[in-house]
């Protein structure tokens, strides 16, 4: 059994053994092609990666606004007057 699985692997003849060589390779050059496109795609990412970072970074200025300027005028009420704290009465236990 072994021996005709073995067989039936070997090509027969020399145009038979070309095609597969042909197929062979074909796969090989779709499986490099295909290996290029997701490194190329993972670079692009992180070229994207960056730019957006990069945007999100960046920030404008608010515009300055522009207010009325307030006028001082004197007040008829006396100035505050502070009070010192009585500590001593707080310190007695």
């Known amino acids: 059994m ?6 039936s692997l070997v090509p027969a003849t020399n145009r038979e ?5 042909k197929r ?3 796969r090989g050059a779709v499986r490099k092609r295909r290996r290029e496109r997701v490194r190329q ?4 990412g992180n070229r ?5 970072r990069d945007e999100k970074m960046v920030h404008e200025a608010n515009p300055v606004r ?5 006028g001082v ?3 008829d009420q006396p100035l505050t007057v502070p ?11």
């Not at 795609?41 to 692009?44: F, I, M």
């Not at 994207?48 to 957006?52: P, Q, V």
């Open 2 to 7: 072994r021996r005709k699985v073995l067989e």
């Open 17 to 21: 053994l070309r095609a597969f060589e």
């Open 24 to 26: 062979w390779a074909g």
């Open 41 to 44: 795609d993972k670079s692009s």
């Open 48 to 52: 994207k990666k960056f730019l957006c």
């Open 66 to 70: 522009k207010h009325r300027s307030a």
């Open 73 to 75: 005028e004197p007040s």
């Open 83 to 93: 009070k010192s704290a009585d500590v001593s009465s707080r310190l007695r236990c």
